[in-house]
């Protein structure tokens, strides 16, 4: 029997339904009543507690409250984690103990308020909004987008100390929630002496407070002389009149200088940073800003945009992959180290500081602003110190990257004629064909040093009893031999990793000078040479004798300690490079101990010529006195002696043993001159044997095949290779530093 169908419906299967769009409302879901009751409870209790209470209003803690149950009621509170019942009895409980004292008091309002601030800007997008919009007016150099603040255009800090540098960040960024700092175009130049300087740049420095920093692709170029950007510069000899200075410097010689490198930088470089916006012109958004949210965000984003790809690192890595893409060697980049390494090459002819700003804050400038009383507070209180460096170096662990260093082939040519070759190679031809060797595989290239996924860690302890201590741990280490514009591009060493350590006594510290170590009296130099002594024959003693002499040096240590990870790959060209160099240095030494050979010979000749006039005139005054006595007989009257007389033998016999003498000491002299003579010519032969000896034993093939056997066992070693031991650093200086202030909290 059919079931009749039902009258005005149809089955699903007959009739199908269209879908339904569900509208789509950005407006906030009605809260249930169930979510009004804690609400409508607190409202009743701070009302309650109002009536009773003026104080509690005034310190604002229902107020904070009040913003953090609106804020869980919109779902974006603060410290979600923590539930309300625990903030609501802690606050109230703070607030009993803070009305104890008037200081109490005050310093919690100061706190609540505070936190109302705080709380309101991240639960509220109305008061974010209101902040952010009135800020914009007020602050024309400074970019609020959301929770972040973006300073630009700053000025550089202007090292003007001991040594002459430059500082710059092109952009910095702060964001609030997750309190990092963001530092975009760090450029740095620092003069290390007369004829070296040292460029440092990264793109990106990112540091997040209490976890971490990390910084990208470092690269630190060393210039020689004729490279230099602040070569004219000199440091400040003395101490200037600083009430007289600006806080923020405009156009100071350094600044000046770096704006002149700039200017007379090369063509490529300026049509580089030209065809990608030069740096003048991205300055221009920031001081027309927009009150406008969404326009803040475009603005801040094209000046991020700006500074990264006009940085000198950018700029060189897109020359170079189109150069290679031209030149069909785009196997040459292909890795990430090969790159940084050409880049590296690439930048190293830039200015030191490729944008500068034309302000500065002198670090004279800040030392000299330095309170009195503040200084003062901190030299009585080092513990304080140690305090607060403790917990910043041991939250701050630093990971790098890359770091890579380059030095100019040229340069290292410079150096080695002033310091190694001298003027061996003008008088040695052999030495002066391996100048040429060593100069013609240095001077056409420039040589970078790689060293990837750096982590750094410092420890700067509470206890005094325990030392500073700065670790570096190396991931991988290259060095490259670069010609220009990526034409050539050799590893000539990569190790497997590398660590480092470097320990400071903590007397080192600002306003540690009560623990530094005294200057040395005579009973402590006496008992310490007791100590010497007593140890005499034992390894102990030669420590003892080295810690004798830096005392009376007044000198302290710090303790070094570089080690290389093994296995290690050497290219032949190194090889080749290593063996002239060793076959230089024999020759050389040769040369070093004839050159001092004959500078004593002719100290000695000189000696003998001194004792001979003395000699000479001695003689010649003994003959004159005898004549005299011989004619003194009378005036133009002969004297008759008689030969037979004892007094006329005797004299005689004086006479004849006086010339016997004075023909010995002739023929003396003359053996000896006609001896050194020989003796000069066989020594003279010995050299010329010494150098033959060198050049067919030392040759180039058989100290190569020595250094190949050597290497070659390193590439298949394992374990460490390295160095440990000590700089001496002078206490003299931080003795001049240290104050005469009592203190306490030591």
Request: hydrophobic share 40%; net charge positive.
């Amino acid at each position: 029997m059919d079931t009749p169908k039902r009258s005005g419906r149809q089955s699903p299967q007959e009739i199908p339904r269209k879908p339904v769009p569900v509208p789509v409302s950005n407006a906030t879901p009605p809260k249930s009543s169930s979510s009004f009751a804690p609400l409508a409870w607190v409202a009743a209790t701070l009302a309650a507690t109002a009536l009773l209470s003026w104080n509690w209003i005034i310190s604002g803690t229902p107020l904070l409250l009040c913003s953090l149950f609106l804020g869980e009621w919109n779902g974006r509170r603060v410290l979600p984690w923590l539930p309300l019942w625990a903030i609501f009895t802690t606050l109230n409980f703070t607030y009993i103990v803070a009305t104890t004292s008037w200081l109490l008091f005050w310093s919690f309002t100061a706190f609540c308020y505070s936190a109302i601030l705080l709380s309101s800007l991240f639960q509220f997008a109305y008061v974010a909004r209101f902040v952010r919009h009135r800020c914009r007016k007020v602050l024309r150099h400074v970019l609020f987008i959301q929770d972040r603040i973006g300073l630009f255009d700053l000025p550089a800090l202007e090292i003007d100390t001991d040594t002459v540098g430059l500082f710059v960040l092109r952009g910095l960024t702060i964001e609030l929630s997750t309190l990092t700092a963001t530092a975009y175009g760090v450029e740095v130049g620092v003069k290390l002496d007369n004829d070296m300087e040292l460029a440092i740049q990264t793109d990106k420095v990112v540091v997040k407070l209490f976890r971490r920093i990390e910084i990208g692709d470092v690269y630190a170029n060393v210039k020689g002389s004729d490279e230099m950007s602040f070569g004219s510069i000199q440091s400040w000899p003395n101490s200037r009149d600083m009430s007289k200075d600006q806080f923020v410097a405009m156009d100071t010689p350094i600044l000046k200088a770096a704006l002149e490198s700039r200017r007379s930088a090369s063509s490529q470089l300026q049509d580089q940073l030209d065809g990608l916006s030069a740096y003048e012109t991205s300055n221009k958004p920031v001081k027309k800003l927009s009150p406008d949210d969404e326009n803040a965000r475009n603005e801040y984003d094209k000046m991020i945009k700006i500074i990264t790809e006009t940085s000198t690192s950018h700029l060189a890595k897109k020359w170079l992959k189109k150069i290679a893409k031209e030149r069909e060697i785009e196997g040459v980049l292909e890795t990430e180290t090969n790159l940084r390494a050409a880049i590296s090459a690439h930048i190293h002819t830039d200015p030191t500081i490729t944008h500068p700003p034309r302000k500065s804050i002198r670090l004279t400038t800040l030392r000299h602003n330095n309170h009195p009383k503040i200084k003062i507070f901190l030299h009585r209180l080092p513990l304080l110190y140690r305090l607060l460096l403790n917990p910043i170096s041991y939250f701050h662990p630093i990971f790098i990257n890359s770091v890579t260093s380059t030095g100019s082939g040229t340069w290292f040519v410079s150096l080695m004629k002033k310091h190694f070759f001298k003027h061996y190679s003008s008088s040695d031809a052999e030495v002066r064909r391996l100048e040429g060797r060593i100069s013609a595989w240095l001077a056409d290239a420039n040589f970078a040093v790689g060293l990837s996924n750096l982590f750094c860690t410092g420890y700067v302890p509470v206890d005094t009893d325990y030392d500073i201590e700065c670790k570096i741990k190396i991931g991988d280490l290259l060095a490259h031999r670069t010609l220009p514009e990526a034409v050539g591009l050799t590893q000539v060493i990569h190790l497997g990793g590398a660590d480092a350590t470097f320990v400071l006594p903590s007397f080192l510290l600002p306003h540690h000078e009560h623990i530094m170590p005294s200057k040395l009296t005579d009973f402590e130099e006496m008992q310490l040479q007791q100590e010497v002594e007593d140890a005499k024959g034992t390894p102990k003693a030669i420590q003892l004798r080295k810690d004798l002499e830096r005392r009376r040096r007044d000198e302290t240590a710090m303790k070094i300690s570089v080690h290389g990870h093994l296995p290690a790959l050497f290219d032949q060209e190194l090889l080749n490079f290593v063996a002239a160099t060793v076959k230089a240095t024999k020759v050389i030494e040769v040369e070093k101990g004839h050159e001092e050979l004959v500078l004593k010979r002719a100290a000695t000749d000189k000696l003998e010529l001194e004792v001979r006039r003395t000699d000479s005139v001695a003689s010649a005054d003994t003959a004159g006195s005898d004549t005299i006595s011989t004619g003194s007989g009378g005036s133009g009257e002969s004297v008759n002696t008689d030969k037979t007389d004892p007094a006329t033998i005797a004299s005689q016999a004086s006479q004849n043993s006086q010339n016997s003498l004075a023909r010995s000491a002739t023929f003396s002299s003359r053996f000896n001159s006609t001896f050194k003579g020989m003796n000069t010519k066989v020594k003279e032969g010995w050299r010329k044997a010494g150098i033959n000896t060198v050049n067919v034993v030392a040759n180039d093939r058989w100290i190569a095949k020595i250094v190949g056997n050597i290497m070659r066992k390193l590439e298949r070693a394992q374990g460490d290779v390295g160095y440990s031991g000590i700089i001496p650093l002078p206490l003299e200086v931080y003795r001049m530093k240290a104050e005469a202030e009592s203190k306490f909290l030591k």
